[in-house]
């Protein structure tokens, strides 16, 4: 069974950088479509960016020029280094295997002054 254990998370003044680690186990890390979503208090969970087998990702618009996703299939790891956090990047911070339905027990991000 998947089991996901996210990373990394904590509370930063707008304009500073986190970098988040997601632990994957129970899969074949490296054929994975990895995602990371995050959900603000009293907002849907949204997707934030993807990570794909081949190489290629993917940005919400949101996050675009800020967030890098990126993968190390040795560790089984995958990370998002979050840059110009600004207040409304404040959420709990989830990665997920796509097409699995296990979710991780998230990270808090808290973007304040």
């Known amino acids: 069974q998947v089991q996901l254990v996210e990373s990394g998370g904590g509370l930063v003044q707008p304009g500073g950088s986190l970098r988040l680690s997601c632990v994957v186990s129970?899969?074949?890390?490296?054929?994975?479509?990895m995602d990371w979503y995050r959900q603000a208090p009293g907002k849907q969970r949204e997707l934030v960016a993807t990570?794909?087998?081949?190489?290629?990702?993917r940005y919400a618009d949101s996050v675009k020029s800020r967030f890098t996703i990126s993968r190390d299939n040795a560790r089984n790891t995958v990370y998002l280094q979050m840059n110009n956090l600004k207040p409304e990047d404040t959420a709990v911070y989830y990665c997920?295997?796509?097409?699995?339905?296990?979710w991780g027990q998230g990270t808090q991000v808290t973007v304040s002054s």
């Open positions: 997920k295997v796509r097409y699995n339905t296990v």
């Open positions: 990570s794909f087998a081949g190489g290629n990702t």
């Open positions: 129970g899969s074949r890390f490296s054929v994975n479509v």
